[in-house]
């Protein structure tokens, strides 16, 4: 009897680690989604399908996302260390040359948001067929899914100190956004660069003799550039264009 009791014994001592670590699994949470747009966040105890995600996610929102603004993100990566860093550099470069111009654009950088973004899409069947699309999701992110923006947004740091929204209208090109937004003002054509919702970047050609029209998706970013005579201007212009493919928030 005494020989059982001490078997049993042994056994359970064996098994409560076990039976620990199995709880102790169970009870984490391997994925963690914070949502800021509608203040929530989703747990999964169980690492989820990029589908299920999507489709939890949309069912705490009114409305239809805006697939070419929609980001998911993992701040926690080397990355996303790496754009940071790339911003800490690019405003303490703009604050040692400190004129007028590059203040304007130190404040515009400061006070905008830039993380590497997973690619999405939020075309459910699609991604449901093509299991390559349909990764299984685990971590910690954040998850954008913002409106369908009713601006294009212009940073023109020899005039403006802030980001500028542009009403967006139907068949607006370019230049027609900035003949409205500028008016009688002589407006410079050189140094610019359009940053698309999707973050594809265009350096439009504009002249006498081009006939050519940049049309913009809803949210895309005008970027007028540094002139030339700022020093290193060409290499501060890429630097902003290259974070600008990183801004998140619409």
Sequence with gaps: ??????????????????????????????????????????????APKLSQLLIDANKNIEYSAYPLG??????????NTIIQNT?????????????????????????LNFFQQENITLDLERIQQ????????????????????????????????KIVRLKLN???????????????????????RIIQADKQVITPKINYWSSNKYYLSPGAIIYVGLNRNIYKAETINQNVTNLLQHHVVY
Excluded: C, W
């Excluded at 370019?174 to 050189?190: A, V």
């Design 70 to 79: 929609s980001a998911l993100i993992k701040k926690n990566n080397n990355t």
């Design 130 to 161: 093509n299991n390559r699309l349909n990764p299984i999701i685990s971590g910690d992110y954040q998850l954008y899914l913002p409106k369908r923006p009713d601006f294009v947004i212009l940073i023109d740091p020899q005039n403006f100190e």
């Design 1 to 46: 009897m005494i020989a059982k009791f001490n078997l049993f014994r042994y056994i359970l001592i064996l098994l409560v680690p076990i039976l620990f670590s199995i709880s102790k699994a169970n009870s984490e949470t391997t994925l963690k989604v914070t949502i800021p747009q509608q203040g929530i966040s989703l747990s999964y105890h169980n």
């Design 87 to 111: 911003k800490t550099k690019l405003l303490e470069h703009l604050e040692v040359i400190s004129n007028a111009n590059t203040s304007n654009l130190r404040t515009i950088i400061e006070n």
């Design 170 to 192: 139907a068949g607006y090109h370019l230049e027609n956004y900035l003949r409205d937004h500028y008016k009688n003002k002589n407006f410079t054509t050189e140094n610019i």
